[in-house]
């Protein structure tokens, strides 16, 4: 176990965690923002709280279409809320993943395999280059989508555990990589198709620019720079603040042993036996990437939609692979699955097709609360959008940036502020995006900022305060890991441990969005930082 905990922890962190800590359990939290949300939605509906859509139109008046609060005590609402509460819950995006995956991960686990694999890639490396290997793994896996939450995460405690450094720093870690450095990449992926699908939307319905195409790839200079900056920040912010306040970890190399009484202790598993079944785990996990790639690479592949780029000019081979990327949380559950079982068969931990049913089971036993939180947060969400609350909130945000008035590059620095702060509240990229780009990106073409530039500046603050906030699908998620290694660890703990990197990610992300508009960088391949609106003057 550690040898610190909140009791002994002093400055502002420490206040932070045993405040935190005080705090009810977070399914009640959210049942709690639930209530405040309905009496929020009468209030607002009665005085007649609303805003004007950006891009709909009111076919009665012909101008802009007005937004007004609903309450959530109308009876329409009242129906969706008790009718709908199967299809809020089992709908939840990140519902799916999770237990995808954990369904493979947890065979992996308890088979043995993680802890052996994880004893074997630490022997005689270095400890002090593991942040910045799971740090970088973590941004990079970006392209993984949500299966870099579910996977990645878990894994950087155990490899943390098995090198004899603190779990809980290499959770740290992998959370502000994946979910801090959302955005950093050195290539444009998935992500990119989907914000620059929303910011082509936004400049079509302005209607200020025709001609104007999205490109993927226009931010890829830009979040090659972020991965390049935040590495060096989370690496560290881990090793010389986390780390040394987690205190000595003293555990051993295991989250404890499973129900079935298998030890998960590397070094119980460094031995010939270990390495026999790492073999046939690697085998097995060969078979899953040649059938992966068999499906990307031979004719008539189902994982890359080649009719996706017919007729659009400047189309990026990610828009091609967005099935193989969509297919990942598959791929890591056989993988997982696969590699553990063969793992288990060759040492013996896995013994017949029941015990490989009984560890998928108990993996389900790990998800239970997890599941709790899901429904409350599912409802919480929904209903936020039902109220209508979160368009009108975000119209009357976007629209006091406007009003500022400073120069432009304070101007992109206000607005990630604004974004990192409106994502502690609503943690989807693309439903933020989707609410801001209508006004956003038309208001910054007027003030000469381009689409690619109003875009980088809206990600950067998207993702450093994913870490912070309760309200993010997958922050539940990460206390069930880190809770797996120490018990008391809660919400406080949680919040206070990723406050740093949070901090230091939205400052330097700042920094960064300014400098880069103030020097003209161009932001990507064909991506020029400014804009010039033609036939504008006068």
């Known amino acids: 176990m550690a040898e610190s905990s909140a009791a002994t922890q002093s400055g502002i962190l420490g206040w932070i965690e045993r405040t935190g800590n005080k705090l009810p359990d977070p399914v009640f939290i959210f049942f709690y923002l639930i209530i405040a949300l309905v009496a929020i939605s009468v209030i607002s509906a009665a005085v007649g709280v609303s805003a004007f859509h950006p891009t709909q139109i009111d076919e009665a008046t012909g101008g802009a279409l007005r937004i007004e609060a609903v309450s959530l005590l109308a009876a329409d609402n009242i129906q969706r809320l008790w009718v709908e509460m199967p299809k809020t819950f089992t709908h939840f995006h ?12 947890g065979v992996a686990e308890r088979s043995g395999f993680f802890a052996a694999g994880m004893a074997k890639a630490v022997k005689g490396a270095p400890t002090a280059l593991l942040t910045p290997v799971v740090a970088l793994v973590a941004m990079l896996g970006n392209h993984a989508a949500d299966a870099g939450y579910v996977v990645l995460i878990p894994l950087a ?5 098995a090198a004899g450094r603190h779990p809980l720093a290499g959770i740290a870690a992998a959370f502000a990589g994946v979910s801090g450095g959302f955005s950093a990449n050195i290539s444009p992926g998935q992500l990119d198709a989907l914000l620059f699908g929303i910011t082509e939307e936004a400049v079509n319905a302005s209607a ?5 195409t999205a490109n993927i ?5 830009f979040i090659s720079a972020m991965t390049v900056l935040y590495l060096p920040i989370i690496w560290y912010v881990t090793d010389k603040i986390i780390e040394p306040r987690l205190g000595k970890w003293t555990g051993g190399a295991s989250a404890g042993a499973s129900a079935d009484g298998l030890s998960l202790d590397p070094s119980a598993e460094d031995g010939a036996l270990a390495s026999k079944g790492l073999r046939a785990a690697g085998l097995a996990a060969l078979f899953v990437v040649a059938l992966w790639a068999i499906m990307v690479f031979a004719p ?4 890359v939609e080649e009719a996706a780029c017919e007729g659009v000019s400047d189309c990026s081979i990610h828009t091609e692979l967005r099935p193989l990327y969509q297919s990942l949380v598959a791929a890591f559950f056989l993988l997982f699955l696969l590699a553990g079982w063969a793992y288990g068969r060759a040492t013996g931990s896995i013994k017949n097709h029941r015990d490989l049913v009984d560890m998928m089971a108990e993996s389900m036993k790990d998800m239970g609360y997890y599941l709790v939180l899901a429904f409350a947060a599912a409802h ?3 209903m936020f959008g039902w109220s209508n609350l979160g368009l009108i909130t975000a119209v009357h945000g976007a629209a006091g940036i406007e009003a500022t008035g400073l120069p432009l590059p304070l101007v992109l620095g206000l607005m990630v502020i604004f974004a990192g702060i409106l994502n502690l509240f609503v943690g989807s990229a693309s439903a933020k995006w989707a609410l801001l780009a209508p ?3 038309p208001m910054l073409m007027l003030l000469g900022i381009s689409p690619e530039g109003a875009t980088a500046a809206y990600r950067v603050g998207d993702s450093a305060t994913n870490i912070i906030t309760p309200l993010m699908v997958y922050f539940p998620l990460i206390l069930v890991f880190a809770q797996r290694w120490d018990r008391k660890f809660g919400l406080g703990s949680l919040t206070a441990m990723m406050l740093p990197y949070s901090i230091w990610l939205l400052i330097s992300g700042v920094l960064l969005i300014v400098a880069w508009i103030y020097l003209g960088i161009p932001l990507g391949p064909d991506a020029p930082v400014g804009y010039s609106l033609s036939g504008v003057g006068s």
Request: charged share 5%.
């Open 217 to 221: 790839a226009g931010n890829w200079y």
């Open 94 to 105: 990140p519902l799916g993943y999770v237990l995808v995956v954990m369904l493979g991960a």
């Open 300 to 303: 008539g592949t189902p994982l």
């Open 208 to 212: 200020l620019d025709p001609s104007w």
């Open 380 to 382: 919480f969400v929904a």
């Open 157 to 161: 405690g155990i490899l943390f555990a």
């Open 439 to 441: 006004i956003l990106v």
